[in-house]
């Protein structure tokens, strides 16, 4: 999940050093007490070294097959000089993948995008090394040069959404330079739970394929937040909107709650998904408010069974402690 990491200062002071000098090749860097931490300055013996030979000298042997880690290295002779890597195998933890793929583009903000001139995600070592560059060069050369944010968001897709059989969709633009597909049945029940009709449910997921976020199709009318909680996939991620209608110390109320859920599951499929959900929410609840839709609470969790109708109530109605004043004790003999 998303969770407020942010670079350290350490973070920050190394990555300033890298930047005011060409003797630093790279700066490696983890997660580590819920902050972007570094994990040293990579230094070539001369500075004469080639990339390629600083990769594979410098860079190769700090690379785990079971540890997740963050590469910025200096690559080009003019700014944007960097490049920054995300390195998450297969192996590692789940919920270090996690991490690590939600905040690779946390990464490059925190730092500065101006300095990065394009972003990688890696999954194993072979790709880190020399040949493994010169096979990404060939591949990036085939492709528009588009930022990787942009290739996430599918605005390289909008043509093929646009003129696609099914169901249409219709592009949300987030800023003069980014585009979202989004189907047009996804908007419309996104507005009819606004104007307080409909099922009071809508759920939506993103298309891997198409990376178009789409209504699922669904005929049910939950009316608790057990009954909510079988609707969502437990296997897949969901953004879900829940007009919920309850009656709390003798009142009748119906907030709209968002719940944005990402179960653990292994795989390639989970590793993309992951990087596109988080990139995703912030975009999908600012088209429900342009839809007029109010999202009173929002909760963020992996698994389905983490939604209880006793947490949503305890979010939703805080408890109010009550201070007891404060008895002065009786002297003695008396």
Same mark, same amino acid.
């Given at each position: 999940?998303?969770?407020?990491?942010?670079?350290s200062?350490?973070?920050?002071?190394?990555?300033?050093?890298?930047?005011?000098?060409?003797?630093?090749?790279?700066l490696?860097?983890?997660?580590?007490? !819920?902050?972007?931490?570094?994990?040293?300055?990579?230094?070539?013996?001369?500075?004469?070294?080639?990339?390629?030979?600083?990769?594979?000298?410098?860079?190769?042997?700090?690379?785990?097959?079971?540890?997740?880690?963050?590469?910025?290295?200096?690559?080009?002779?003019?700014?944007?000089a960097?490049?920054?890597?995300?390195?998450?195998?297969?192996?590692?933890?789940?919920?270090?993948?996690?991490?690590f793929?939600?905040?690779?583009?946390?990464?490059?903000?925190?730092?500065?995008?101006?300095?990065?001139?394009?972003?990688?995600?890696?999954?194993?070592?072979?790709?880190?090394?020399?040949?493994?560059?010169?096979?990404?060069?060939?591949?990036?050369?085939?492709?528009?040069?588009?930022?990787?944010? !942009?290739?996430?968001?599918?605005?390289?897709?909008?043509?093929?959404?646009?003129?696609?059989?099914?169901?249409?969709?219709?592009?949300?633009?987030?800023?003069?330079?980014?585009?979202?597909?989004?189907?047009?049945?996804?908007?419309?029940?996104?507005? !009819?739970?606004a104007?307080?009709?409909?099922r009071?449910?809508?759920?939506?997921?993103?298309?891997?394929?198409?990376?178009?976020?789409?209504?699922?199709?669904?005929?049910?009318?939950?009316?608790s937040?057990?009954?909510?909680?079988?609707?969502?996939?437990?296997?897949?991620?969901?953004?879900?909107?829940?007009?919920?209608?309850?009656?709390?110390?003798?009142?009748?109320?119906?907030?709209?709650?968002?719940?944005?859920?990402?179960?653990?599951?292994?795989?390639?499929?989970?590793?993309?998904?992951?990087?596109?959900y988080?990139?995703?929410?912030?975009?999908?609840?600012?088209?429900a408010?342009?839809?007029g839709?109010?999202?009173?609470?929002?909760?963020?969790?992996?698994?389905?069974?983490?939604?209880?109708?006793?947490?949503?109530?305890?979010?939703?109605?805080?408890?109010?402690?009550?201070?007891?004043?404060?008895?002065?004790?009786?002297?003695?003999?008396?």
């Amino acid at each position: 999940m998303q969770s407020g990491i942010t670079a350290s200062q350490e973070l920050v002071s190394q990555f300033t050093a890298l930047l005011s000098t060409d003797e630093h090749f790279g700066l490696l860097a983890t997660i580590a007490n !819920e902050q972007l931490q570094p994990l040293g300055l990579l230094t070539p013996p001369s500075s004469s070294s080639s990339f390629a030979s600083n990769v594979d000298a410098l860079l190769t042997p700090r690379i785990k097959p079971n540890e997740a880690l963050y590469i910025i290295l200096r690559r080009y002779a003019s700014a944007p000089a960097l490049v920054a890597v995300t390195y998450v195998p297969d192996t590692a933890p789940v919920r270090q993948k996690m991490l690590f793929a939600a905040t690779r583009l946390t990464l490059v903000r925190e730092l500065g995008s101006e300095h990065f001139r394009e972003t990688i995600f890696a999954t194993t070592a072979a790709e880190l090394s020399s040949a493994g560059f010169e096979k990404h060069d060939a591949h990036a050369a085939l492709d528009a040069p588009l930022t990787e944010e !942009e290739r996430s968001l599918g605005e390289v897709k909008r043509a093929e959404q646009e003129a696609g059989a099914g169901t249409g969709a219709k592009e949300i633009h987030l800023s003069s330079r980014l585009a979202m597909p989004v189907g047009e049945d996804a908007l419309a029940e996104i507005k !009819e739970l606004a104007s307080g009709g409909g099922r009071g449910l809508v759920m939506l997921k993103i298309n891997p394929q198409t990376e178009t976020v789409e209504l699922v199709p669904s005929s049910a009318s939950p009316s608790s937040i057990s009954e909510l909680v079988q609707t969502i996939s437990p296997t897949e991620p969901r953004f879900t909107f829940f007009r919920y209608t309850h009656t709390h110390a003798g009142a009748e109320s119906s907030p709209v709650l968002f719940f944005y859920t990402c179960p653990v599951t292994p795989g390639a499929k989970a590793i993309k998904f992951r990087m596109m959900y988080p990139l995703m929410k912030r975009a999908v609840l600012e088209i429900a408010a342009r839809e007029g839709l109010t999202v009173d609470k929002k909760f963020e969790v992996e698994e389905t069974d983490e939604i209880t109708e006793a947490g949503v109530l305890d979010e939703l109605h805080p408890r109010v402690e009550e201070k007891k004043a404060f008895s002065r004790p009786k002297r003695p003999g008396r």
